[in-house]
């Protein structure tokens, strides 16, 4: 717990030098959840101290990224390169503490001594001899480092909430450089300070980092603050189990908002990826808060399964408010730079959502589905729709349209309207009702041809109708 609050702290630190990746998503929704989980607070920082790869566009990438899956953070996002001086002077307050020191070594005598040590056998690990030298020996104005003072006997354990008790040998960890000879910090040394100055109680992060919490340990030790606990989850592997890479698909969150999922079921599954909560497999964000905790996370890698995020996708699609669906769908649109539909549309759009989501998996699907509303007459069959439209079909759909004309316009009027005619002409229902689907939307598939009739108003829907019978 934060020693002046009482709270739990946990922080998502990025660093923009590309798009929000999936593993980065991951991590920063697992932070988020186990502080809103504990009623702490979740905080971001942007890792630019990269200056020749840290970009601003990346930076609003990720920003964005966040913004879209709805992991708002607490305060304002922290800037590492802007909190440089900050670092410098923990670099020299632990040389004053002596557990730092100034190292005038140059690179090619570290390099002779690791040529050395190979030869001999020996561990390649560099040994200052500027830790125990008298600084005042020094060559004057020479170029220097700041390197910590590691322990070389005895072990350091790390506690991990996921891995459980890790233990390294002291005498495996070197003096690891904390300031470089141009002042700027190492990444190491910069994380430390960050962590501890912002408050953060626990770090929550990839396995890939797990060897960095034994020497950042030992830098916290070095600079006599409490060390946070740290929880280290799986990395995410590809449906062949290897690494997560660009040759498994898309990588970035931006990907998959313009593939149409909804940012509801990319936090289901990304949750369910690593964590579980016994057999539950579709949850909303409101229980994955209620639920998650450290303990139930596993220390194998978790495979991205697209057929599960599909899966998923579409039942969040079904148990969305029609009303939020929209909202979606309008942002996807802008993404794509499409026009927004207008007020009338919109409005059909919403009149037919309950029909439409039943069998839409993405927004991509959804939008497909409504692609009647969204067009204009005349209406063209795609290839598969047209082989319906024969001379028969036409024939049915003309002599159906003469009764239309004076139906009542209400679902189940219109029900009862083509059933009355089904069985007038001795034909089933199916073969009425399939070209007027292609009649109505161009498509095989569609929501119930009633549901659309009604979406679309008397006025449309006979004037499609005519459209279709003329050809």
Known sequence: MNAQTGKVVTRFAPSPTGFLHIGGARTALFNWLYARHCGGTFLLRIEDTDRARSTPEATAAILEGLRWLGLDWDGEAV??????????????????????YRCWSTKEEIDAFREAAKAEGRPPLFRSPWRDADPATAPAGAPHVIRLRAPQEGETTVEDKVQGSVTWKNETLDDLILLRSDGVPTYMLAVVVDDHDMGVTHVIRGDDHLTNSARQTLIYQAAGWEVPAFAHIPLIHGPDGAKLSKRHGALGVDAYRDMGYLPEAMRNYLARLGWSHGDDEFFTTEQAVEWFDLPQIGKSAARFDFKKLENLSGQHIRAAED??????????????GRETPSEAVQAQLLEAMPGLKERAKTLLELIDMAHYLLGSRPFVPDEKAAKQMTPESRGILSRLTQRLQNASWGRDDLETECKAFSEAEDIKLGKIAQPLRVALTGRTVSPSVFDVMVTLGREESLARLADATAE
């Open 79 to 100: 800037s590492q390169f802007e909190r440089g001086p900050r670092h410098r002077e923990v670099a020299e307050e632990m040389v004053a503490r002596g557990t730092a």
């Open 323 to 336: 009303a939020e669906l929209l909202r979606h769908l309008l942002t996807l649109f802008a993404v794509q």
